[in-house]
């Protein structure tokens, strides 16, 4: 099996998400190494909760995207100061050391020494910072390793959107580990990302023999591309696949306060318990027939109360969209 190398100048999520899937499903074809980037985006894996691991709303509000990915493990934050490496692997050639020998001889040829932790994570020496995080997944033919190398990400921003939503939450799903995390170009500054990529090409040919560089779009199932990436830019994929879980919403209007504890499976609503002080005996009974089997959206609550005949629920639900979840 000739190894093969592939690289994509699109930084778009769900296409590269696609595409790496794509080369998984295709794993029996030979190992490969794709690098890819993504520019301003949140991925959570599979498993979680994307309430919970990100300001989601602020995230697409400024211009960002959430997406979901087929791997476990924790939410992460790209931009063009990431550089995220995919190792698809026949099960037989399958190892996780010589995979992640490859990226930390990369970081040695920058004369940064690196090491790697007991969690998959690949840190700098010394520091201890995590600069590469990793996830994993098999099938019966082949195996997907992927990754980060934070080479020069905007800490600001990862910091402002892997903050979990303000709101009290009792969820179910995997919660992401929090880790100290450090840019490669601090102790490397005349590193640059076509530089990064060489440096990757290099160690992988030094670690598995001489490789082929192919074009994805010439190569792999165009179809099969096109199908996972509009599944990766779904609702129902990012939001719906969220585990059961909880969260309490809370106001103070002029007329008297509203708790609403709002019971979720599938990133909707399945049961709607309201509590209220207000002298309308009957408006905590008519927002929980509202909000069950909606969509947990702050349009999707706020539409179900716009045209409600009593004014307290209109303001309710305009309350709602104004929320960030």
């Given amino acids: 099996m000739k190894n093969r190398l592939f690289d994509t100048s699109t930084t778009d999520p769900a296409l590269n998400l696609a595409v790496e899937e794509t080369l998984l499903l295709d794993g029996a074809a030979g190992p490969a190494l794709f690098l890819w980037q993504n520019a301003h985006t949140v991925v ?4 979680q909760n994307a309430w919970k691991e990100c300001r ?4 697409e509000e400024e211009g960002g995207t959430l997406v979901r990915r087929t791997t476990g493990g924790g939410a992460v934050y790209h931009d063009l100061g990431n550089l995220n490496f995919s190792f698809v692997m026949p099960r037989k050639q399958y190892d996780v050391a010589r995979q992640l020998n490859v990226i930390r001889r990369a970081a040695a040829s920058f004369g940064i020494q690196t090491e790697a932790s007991g969690r998959n994570d690949i840190m700098i020496s010394g520091s201890g910072a995590k600069f590469s995080g990793n996830a994993f997944r098999l099938t019966q033919e082949a195996a997907l390793h992927h990754g980060t190398i934070l080479f020069d990400v905007d ?3 990862l910091g402002r959107y892997l903050a979990p939503s303000p709101e009290k939450l009792k969820a179910k799903g995997v919660e992401s580990m929090r880790s100290r995390v450090g ?3 601090e102790l490397a ?3 640059t990302i076509p530089t990064l990529k060489e440096a990757l090409w290099a160690a992988y040919r030094e670690e598995y023999g001489p490789a082929e560089t192919l074009n994805w779009q010439e190569t792999l199932d165009q179809q099969q591309i096109a199908a996972l990436e509009a599944r990766n830019r779904s609702w ?3 939001y719906g696949r969220t585990p059961r879980f909880d969260i309490t919403l809370y106001n103070r209007f002029d007329w008297g306060q509203v708790e609403m504890l709002l019971s979720l499976k599938q990133a909707h609503v399945e049961e709607a ?4 002080d207000a002298n309308d005996p009957e408006l905590a009974a008519r927002l929980e027939r509202a909000l069950t089997g909606t969509a947990f959206t702050p349009q999707a609550l706020s539409s179900r ?8 629920d209109r303001e309710v639900g305009q309350w709602l969209a104004g929320q960030q979840f």
């Avoid at 989601?56 to 995230?59: K, N, R, V």
């Avoid at 318990?273 to 209220?276: C, E, T, W």
């Avoid at 109360?305 to 307290?312: G, I, K, S, T």
Wanted: hydrophobic share 40%; no cysteine; charged share 20%.
């Fill in 44 to 47: 959570i894996g599979r498993g």
């Fill in 155 to 157: 800490m600001q921003k």
């Fill in 236 to 238: 129902d994929w990012v």
């Fill in 56 to 59: 989601s709303q602020l995230l």
């Fill in 305 to 312: 109360l716009a045209e409600a005949v009593d004014p307290e």
């Fill in 273 to 276: 318990q309201v509590y209220s």
């Fill in 189 to 191: 500054p005349h590193m």
């Fill in 183 to 185: 840019n490669l170009k």
